[in-house]
């Protein structure tokens, strides 16, 4: 009964056939597509601390020696350290996406 319906009015289902189609085409045009999703590196810190010691001083004997070694490390984009005058230091390593953290980890360890 419901097919009748459109079989006796050709017309009135290929307006309906048309319409449905460009309902469609415009949905797809308005749904929204995410280039670059919001994924945070991996990132692996290392920490030190040189007690009374300056920035200057921290940088130049747990700092450099740190660096050096860690530079390279497998799937590493790049580093940043941080010493501060109460004796701190902290180096943060950040790893590609989709890097294992894990085995990331222990090459960090092996090396310092």
């Avoid at 449905?20 to 949905?27: E, F, I, Y």
């Avoid at 670059?36 to 290392?46: D, K, L, Q």
């Amino acid at each position: 009964m419901f097919s009748a319906f459109f079989i006796n009015r050709p017309k009135f289902a290929l307006v309906i056939s048309i319409v449905l189609t460009m309902a469609g085409m415009l949905s797809i045009a308005m749904l929204p597509v995410t280039e670059y999703p919001a994924i945070s590196p991996p990132n692996i810190v290392v920490a030190g601390v040189y007690p009374g010691a300056s920035a200057e001083v921290v940088e130049a004997t747990v700092g450099t020696p740190i660096e050096d070694a860690v530079n390279g490390v497998e799937d590493m984009i790049y580093m940043s350290s941080k010493s501060a005058n109460d004796g701190s230091y902290s180096l943060t390593v950040t790893f590609k996406v989709g890097a294992d953290v894990d085995m990331a980890l222990v090459r960090v360890q092996n090396r310092v």
